[in-house]
């Protein structure tokens, strides 16, 4: 059951992207200020369904639901709790929702803290950052989707977290790093104090 909220919050992030890539464009190109004040809500809607996702993911792996693909072919019983936690983003599925999860971060941070900021421009930022999304949410749930199941043939176990993973550097390396990269386009024009 809790595979299916996953994907269903996927699929609503997804549709919630589109609308965020759509509507407060629309808004900065006809100068109807109703439809840039979306630009926010969509972002923070956005951010909740992913984070769901990737909650619900993360509950797959710590309470060892082998019905999921991507639990049985990155964990196993007999995993630490932390190992299975950063088991999350051990595999190609995982790592990708973690990237979008750190993309949909900083939009939210980019509609909390641009208060000062003219509502055309934050919009279209906006806007731009939900395409991006789109193009993450739909590669995800086309072709790499974490939710996939191994129904009826559910294993007893799963096949193990990859040795070289089972260190303390890759449970706090990976976030830090996809936080840093996501983070990177849009910090690099900021002038630097002198």
């Known amino acids: ?16 992207a589109v609308l965020l890539s759509v509507v407060p464009l629309v808004g900065s190109v006809t100068g109807r200020d109703q439809l840039l004040a979306f630009a926010r809500p969509l972002s ?7 984070a769901l996702a990737f909650g619900l993911l993360t509950h797959a792996f710590v309470t060892d639901d082998f019905s999921v693909a991507y639990v049985a072919n990155n964990s ?11 088991a999350v983003w051990g595999g190609h599925e995982g790592s990708l ?5 750190m993309l949909v971060g900083w939009t939210l941070a980019v509609a909390i803290f641009s208060r000062r900021l003219p509502s055309v421009m934050v919009s279209q930022v906006l806007s731009v950052l939900g395409m991006v999304t789109v193009g993450f949410l739909l590669f995800t749930i086309m072709t790499s ?8 043939n559910v294993p007893a176990d799963g096949a193990d977290l990859n040795p070289l993973l089972q260190d303390f550097g890759l449970i706090v390396h990976p976030p830090m790093l996809y936080m840093g990269y996501v983070a990177s386009p849009w910090l690099l024009p900021l002038p630097l104090p002198r």
């Open 97 to 101: 929702l973690l990237w979008v999860l």
């Open 76 to 86: 196993n019983s007999m995993l630490p709790w932390y190992y299975k936690f950063s």
């Open 44 to 50: 923070a809607g956005l951010f909740v369904f992913v």
């Open 1 to 16: 059951m809790y595979p299916e909220l996953g994907q269903i919050a996927l699929i609503l992030a997804l549709l919630l």
């Open 145 to 152: 989707n974490p939710f996939d199941r191994t129904l009826p």
